[in-house]
């Protein structure tokens, strides 16, 4: 039987969403980290989306060629056929992942801001997407691709403080969801729990055991005084990594 594919970006939340439920039931597939804007037709070609129809990762081929070009289609198509699915109501996700959108759109923003305003960032960038003897030459190119996303996702640049308050707002939402003091594990593990996992990665990137990144990197991603305000969340993630990633 054909393997299957998944294309993304190991950075993104909604990459690592769609690997942690795969990983989460042991399906078998081979991964390969996308390149923004250089990997553009590639990912297209994959896709085999009509003209016209943006793409985006993840990207699941499954082994029969079935394409799920969603992080919450994928989840869905990891649960299939298994006796716990992580998944109880597909409808209650898929409007859990609607109030996170937005707060990942902004975060998408500010990363992409700091990335672009910080050279160390941009080089590092670079260096994930060519061997880094290349990477002083990559950094220019490492800086289109910023670009491109930006404008690709419609992501306003600048607006620091906007879009952490767009953040903010969804983590008060979402705080009342999880059990603080009982963090999930293996066996209890569930698709909501993923998601406001790893929506904490622009708040305080998770241990890169789980996600590396680079030192500059890391600073883009991190908010310190966020950290700080939703020091409980982060804690219940790192928490939750620990027993059931
Ligand atoms: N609704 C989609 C959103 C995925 C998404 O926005 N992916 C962005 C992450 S930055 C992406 O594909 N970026 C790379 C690109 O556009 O080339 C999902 O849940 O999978």
Not at 28 to 44: I, S
Not at 106 to 117: E, P
Not at 157 to 179: C, F, M, S, T, Y
Request: net charge positive.
């Amino acid at each position: 039987m054909a393997r299957a594919h998944l294309y993304g970006l190991a950075y993104s939340p909604w990459t690592e969403r769609a690997r942690w439920a795969l990983d989460h039931h042991r399906i078998a597939y081979d991964y390969h980290e996308h390149v923004p804007m250089l990997g553009e037709p590639l990912l297209r070609l994959r896709a085999k989306v009509p003209a016209g129809q943006r793409t985006t990762v993840p990207l699941f081929v499954d082994e029969h060629g079935a394409r799920f070009m969603d992080s919450i289609a994928i989840i869905l198509r990891s649960d299939e056929g298994k006796t716990r699915p992580l998944v109880g109501d597909a409808a209650a996700l898929r409007e859990l992942a609607a109030i996170i959108e937005p707060a990942l759109h902004a975060c998408r923003a500010r990363v992409t801001s700091r990335i672009l305003a910080d050279p160390a960032a941009l080089r590092e960038s670079a260096t994930a997407a060519v061997p880094s003897f290349m990477a002083g030459l990559a950094a220019p190119v490492a800086a289109l691709g910023a670009k491109f996303i930006a404008k690709k996702h419609g992501a306003e640049l600048g607006h620091e403080a906007e879009n952490i308050d767009a953040l903010r707002k969804v983590l008060a939402v979402l705080r009342p969801k999880v059990q603080l003091d009982q963090p999930p594990t293996r066996e209890t593990l569930t698709a909501t729990d993923i998601l406001i996992a790893t929506l904490l990665q622009p708040v305080r990137p998770v241990d890169a055991a789980h996600i590396a990144l680079g030192p500059a990197v890391r600073r883009a991603w991190n908010d310190d005084a966020l950290a700080r305000e939703f020091a409980d969340l982060v804690a219940w993630r790192d928490a939750t990594y620990r027993a059931a990633r």
